[in-house]
């Protein structure tokens, strides 16, 4: 056979090879799949999420519990960026996208068990992802354009379970509104809701029923003098990424002075070269600057005296949306400033919620803000995460005009659609196809299972109505029993799905093709690979296998 091994690592590295490397990525890849199943659906639990500095997140989004997760395991990284695919992609989604890529794998080691070639399974796993994206298609319903009632219903089912629950039906009022602020119909009629004329802003103190959808773009600062106009109608607004200061260079210089005189000259220069930045502010004949830096004390005394409302520290995300809405240009130096860069509308103070409403003018403005409020920081925070994805379900629904049913519906829809493509698919790939259509089931199984269902009874049911033709059937997971779910209003955008299953598929596969691993330090493996998941025993990889126990601990 061979002779001596050529060694050519160094003395650090790790090697893993074959089963090893597989059942090692497996299980890692597994344990972070098995850490968020619990979130899914309406009645999935939430996690709260402490960082090292203490800070703490309370969530049900797959993506944030993901990305705020200290994992420190490279396969384990591999399936949190298939959340953030889906994040990115579908904006909703993500714990199901995650769900799958677990369960494709846990099924693809049973078939790697029975000695089946990696390639067949990676083979077959494609098949069956592109035919399961072609039936969606068959699957899907068609959105009429301007079908509200239907949107709100997307709407509400991608906020179901979190923290926008309670208000859903205003809250999913809002969203469409704000969809349909914000959709343009392009030149080749296709419709696109552009969600960058969208502002999110949070306040808390007010119940979450006191949220509102509000024209323009709304800034929580207070004026920086006492002296400024509140309101100003006519507005002629100049956005500033710079501060309104000297450089700190030519304050922090040093100065021997003879006499006091000297002094005083000194202080009069930097005086004129405060009140000549105000000048070419002045000059530009804007009455209304909104600063992203700091605005020196003595500025803020000459903007007030040449009657100019200014705000200072505005966010950087603030000022970027001011100018999508006032159609204005952000200035870095005020000497260059001209008119040409100024946006045009109105300002208004609300004083006892501290906030400035900035409007545009009629004809050229275009943004909305969605005030989102709550009680306390962290439930807002909940709540404009169940918002956003609900703005991006109902955005990406106006866009691409199809809708599936949810409650697992399409999932045992699909499962059962594979299992008859996989009777024509020859040699192990058919293995691998059937393998991969029970996968899609752990949606439906685990939906019941978080709802404190039988799991396997209601996959029976489901599987029964849709053998007897029932599209649509999926749980209700109040009551257990199979409904239809596009009559109960349970909706989703199909893209989100197509894009579930690609992402899902994709990292699966990309993990099974790896039969060796290399690390050029410590892989940290205990020993036996078994069970990643949560509570697992000490044995999962390194990092995720803390993570796995701590995390199960906690929940
Ligand atoms: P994801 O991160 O994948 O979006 P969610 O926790 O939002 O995870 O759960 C989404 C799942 O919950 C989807 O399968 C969806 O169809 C299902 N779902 C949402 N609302 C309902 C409902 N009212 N009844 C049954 N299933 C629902
Ligand atoms: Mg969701």
């Known amino acids: 056979m061979q002779g001596q091994p050529m060694i050519v690592l160094g003395e650090d590295s790790q090697r893993m090879k074959d089963k090893d490397a597989q059942s090692h990525n497996i299980s890692a890849a ?146 469409v509104d704000a969809v349909n602020a914000v959709t343009v119909e392009a030149e080749d009629d296709s419709v696109i ?41 006519d507005a002629d607004i100049l956005l500033l990424d710079t501060a309104i200061e000297l450089d700190e260079t030519e304050v922090d210089a040093q100065l021997t002075v003879d006499d006091p005189s000297q002094l005083q000259n000194f202080l009069d220069q930097e005086e004129q070269q405060l009140e000549a930045m105000v000048d070419a502010i002045a000059d530009t004949g804007a009455n209304v600057v909104f600063c992203q830096k700091g605005i020196d004390d003595m500025a803020q005394h000459y903007l007030a005296k040449r ?44 004083e006892k919620e501290g906030l400035f409403y900035v409007e545009g003018e009629a004809d050229t403005a275009h943004g909305v803000t969605l005030l989102l409020r709550a009680s306390t920081e962290h439930v807002v925070d909940e709540l404009e995460r169940g918002v956003q994805d609900a703005l991006d379900v109902v955005a990406s629904t106006v866009a691409n005009g199809q809708i599936l049913g949810g409650g697992g519906a399409p999932e045992v829809e699909l499962a059962s659609r594979l299992r008859d493509y996989a009777d024509g698919v020859s040699g192990r790939e058919q293995l691998a196809v059937e393998a991969f259509a029970d996968a899609l089931e752990l949606i439906p199984r685990t939906l019941a299972e978080n709802a404190g269902l039988d799991s396997i009874d209601s996959l029976v049911d489901l599987r029964a109505a849709h053998e007897s033709g029932d599209l649509e059937a999926g749980l209700n997971v109040y009551s257990g029993d199979v409904v239809d779910t596009l009559d109960a209003g349970v909706v989703e955008p199909a ?55 701590g995390m199960g601990g906690m929940m």
């Open 30 to 175: 597994r344990a972070v799949a098995e850490s968020v199943r619990s979130t899914l659906g309406p009645k999935g639990m939430d996690k709260m999420l402490v960082s090292s500095i203490g800070d703490v997140t309370v969530t049900n989004d797959g993506v944030t519990i993901l990305t705020e997760m200290d994992i420190d395991n490279p396969t384990a990284e591999m399936i949190v960026e298939v959340a953030e695919t889906q994040e990115d992609e579908a904006g909703d989604g993500t714990t199901t996208a995650v769900a799958i890529a677990g369960e494709l794998l846990k099924n693809a080691e049973d078939l790697l068990e029975q000695d089946i070639h990696p390639t067949a399974i990676i083979k077959g796993f494609d098949l069956a992802a592109t035919e399961a994206k072609a039936q969606i298609n068959d699957i899907a319903t068609d959105v009429e354009s301007g079908d509200e009632e239907l949107l709100k219903k997307v709407a509400e089912t991608s906020m179901t379970g979190k923290g926008a629950e309670l208000n859903k039906e205003l809250l999913a009022q809002l969203i």
């Open 193 to 233: 809701a552009d969600l960058e004329y969208l502002n999110i802003e949070t306040q808390t103190g007010r119940p979450v029923s006191d949220s509102e959808l509000i024209e323009g773009a709304v800034v929580d600062k207070d004026p920086v003098h006492e002296e400024m106009a509140d309101d100003v109608e």
């Open 307 to 350: 009657g100019i409302l200014a705000v200072r520290r505005a966010k950087k995300s603030d000022i970027e949306f001011l100018r999508e809405v006032l159609g204005a240009n952000i200035v870095s130096d005020v000497h260059n400033a001209t008119a040409e860069d100024l946006g045009h509308g109105s300002v208004r103070r609300d």
């Open 495 to 549: 893209h989100a799905k197509r894009q579930a299953i690609s992402s899902a598929a994709e990292a699966a596969n990309l993990v099974l093709k790896i039969d060796d691993i290399i690390a050029a330090g410590d892989l940290s493996t205990g020993g036996d690979e078994e069970a990643g998941g949560p509570g697992g025993p000490g044995g999962a990889p390194g990092g995720m296998g803390g993570m796995g126990g």
